[in-house]
Nanobody, 122 residues
Framework: QVQLVESGGGLVQAGGSLRLSCAAS????????MGWYRQAPGNQRELVAT???????NYADSVKGRFTISRDNSKNTVTLQMNSLKPEDTAVYYC????????????????WGQGTQVTVSS
């Protein structure tokens, strides 16, 4: 019904930058929230940043001042600019979208991307 396609992960040295992008497509009436989560080996998936419709961005304390999330509602995309990366930012990053489907019922569902690996070397 809805597909999220991520791009932009990779390997970078500590202090470097990466930019993640996610595009949503499919049966979309509207998107209530888009954001990024991450999961490091042995850890639970955690919120990195989200950008709800009609509101401002929310960040995990660990990334405030270093990461910036932005949305383009006309293209159903969300981007995460990651600066001053640290080894502890190493994880698989997942795009998430809370989507109201365009099937007439106006129910909302959570969708996930396939994940993109971010590795920060020390």
């Amino acid at each position: 019904q809805v597909q999220l396609v991520e791009s932009g992960g990779g390997l970078v040295q500590a202090g470097g930058s990466l930019r993640l992008s996610c595009a949503a497509s499919g049966s979309i009436f509207s998107i209530n929230n888009m954001g990024w989560y991450r999961q490091a080996p042995g850890n639970q998936r955690e919120l990195v940043a989200t950008f709800p419709s009609g509101g401002g961005p929310n960040y995990a304390d660990s990334v405030k001042g270093r990461f910036t999330i932005s949305r383009d509602n006309s293209k159903n995309t969300v981007t995460l600019q990651m600066n001053s990366l640290k080894p502890e930012d190493t994880a698989v990053y997942y795009c998430n979208a809370i989507v109201v489907l365009g099937d007439g019922y106006r129910a909302s569902f959570s969708f996930w991307g396939q994940g993109t690996q971010v590795t920060v070397s020390s």
